[in-house]
DNA sequence: TCAAGATTGATGCAGCTGCATTTAGTGCGC
DNA sequence: GCGCACTAAATGCAGCTGCATCAATCTTGA
């Protein structure tokens, strides 16, 4: 073991850190600037609006985002907070509960869309053909050892992160 | 205003965001295993080592490392609280102050070079060519707005990440 | 020379994250 | 039916991050 990796690779990485470092940075940032919450609030609310009548089992809202189980389970303690998203209670299962979408957390999703949208076109978008961000993502593909995933909708709406 | 992104790019977007997340997680994890401090300890270390005399400013080193300035400061002071770096008054700035990487920070370093380039390869290197590698470069350049950074040495040492 | 402003670095506070553990409920095998 | 292993979700604690602010020092310009 402990083969080195290429110098092509070593940059490859390099670059792959600090770009979506800067990127994700400047899209928080331009939402946060037009009083939104922070981006995870937007995934799960996609991943709720999407789901079947708006609502899901917190176990499944980690599959899809990927976040650890105690880091959803607060989320949604926020999201319930602020009116976004109430819990209901799962009949078939007592443990376990469904957290559903509220109208209101709906109509922030929609708003938070528009602006996400428009920052995701400033920041990278705009800077690449569509051709080129194709071949991005087949790059970036490789590299997610099996990009699982999914998706998708060429809907109108958006897109999760993370 | 509020121009769309294409498909293309939020694709490329989503990408990056879960792909990266995916890479660092699984590379933090590998030296979290083998019994090492964070990559933002390396990187730290690497900036410092790479000082002509292995001292180096804060502000300086807040610029290498793009963290916030109290981010540097409380890393510093972590770094120092475990030998491997050692603050030292700046005479020509008395608000100032010099961080000097120490010998244990020099080993530190090579010890977690070790590790983490092969974490590198095994992440990142082993599912790319090397022209893959570049060509992924060269699209992640052209959206880190001007991704400035110096580099670099092909010398016997590390990636900074973020 | 001296006040106004900029720069360097530290710090109190609130919020978030990871880890480990807890509480509650399910379901399997005997 | 009962015990035991497993899954769902919540939570206490420690550490880290961002934000705002502070104290000390330096620089500039009238």
């Keep these: 073991m402990k083969r080195k990796p290429s ?6 990485w390099i670059r ?22 922070p981006l995870a609030w937007y995934d799960a609310l996609l991943a709720l ?7 899901m089992r917190p176990v499944e809202l980690e599959k899809h985002m990927l976040i650890p189980q105690y880091s959803t389970s607060r989320l949604i303690d926020r999201l319930v907070d602020e009116g976004l998203a109430a819990r209901r209670e799962c009949k078939i299962d007592k443990r376990g509960q469904f957290v559903e979408i509220t109208e209101a957390g709906r109509e922030l999703h929609r708003k938070m869309w528009s602006a ?27 590299l997610g050892c099996s990009c699982d995933e999914l998706q998708s909708p060429a809907e109108r709406d958006g897109a999760p992160a993370r």
């Design 7 to 12: 110098t092509e690779a070593t940059a490859a």
């Design 16 to 37: 792959l850190m600090r770009v979506q470092s800067r990127v994700l940075d400047a899209v928080e940032q331009d939402l946060k600037k037009a009083g939104f919450p």
């Design 49 to 55: 609006s999407r789901a079947p009548s708006g609502e």
């Design 116 to 142: 996400y949208s428009a920052a995701i076109e400033k920041h990278v978008g705009s800077k690449l053909s569509d051709a080129d961000a194709a071949r991005l993502c087949g790059l970036l593909d490789r």
